[in-house]
């Protein structure tokens, strides 16, 4: 798992710190309950993977610094091991007030040398 600090959805993300968990800021233009802007798809071991990064969402801003990547998989969030758990049950807890800090612990999918996944 990796640490990253999303600094808001028009923030800069700081550099990783050390091995943790990932805090996103949410995003909302009206003080509702807002999400970080990821899409993501079950896989076929019903682990939920980051499929997509929503355009201008604190995770998008932050994927060039190393935040959220597509392929990631989702394994805590703020401390709780949600692996496995259906996007139902996982969505209130990752929505909340704008500017609100969620932690996502997320495997991320090693890349080797060809450029061909592996786990």
Same mark, same amino acid.
């Given at each position: 798992?990796?640490?990253f600090?999303?600094? +808001?959805?028009?923030?800069? &993300? ?5 091995? !943790?968990? /990932?805090?996103? @800021? =949410? ?5 509702? =309950? ?12 019903? &682990?939920?993977?980051?499929? !997509?990064l929503?355009?201008? $969402?604190? #995770? %998008?801003?932050? #994927? #060039?610094? +190393? $935040?959220? =990547? ?9 401390? @709780?091991?949600?692996?496995? %758990?259906?996007?139902?049950?996982? #969505? ?6 704008? +500017?609100? /800090?969620?932690?996502? $612990?997320?495997q ?9 996944? +592996?786990?």
């Amino acid at each position: 798992m990796a640490e990253f600090d999303f600094c +808001g959805c028009r923030g800069k &993300a700081k550099p990783n710190r050390k091995a !943790s968990d /990932t805090p996103v @800021k =949410q995003a909302g233009q009206d003080g509702s =309950q807002c999400g970080i802007g990821v899409v993501f798809r079950m896989d076929n071991q019903s &682990a939920l993977i980051v499929d !997509s990064l929503v355009p201008g $969402g604190p #995770a %998008w801003d932050s #994927a #060039a610094n +190393g $935040g959220l =990547q597509v392929g990631d998989m989702l394994q805590t969030i703020d401390g @709780k091991n949600v692996y496995r %758990w259906s996007v139902n049950l996982l #969505a209130p807890l990752l929505l909340g007030p704008e +500017g609100t /800090t969620v932690r996502l $612990g997320v495997q991320r999918q090693v890349q080797s040398a060809d450029g061909e996944g +592996g786990g």
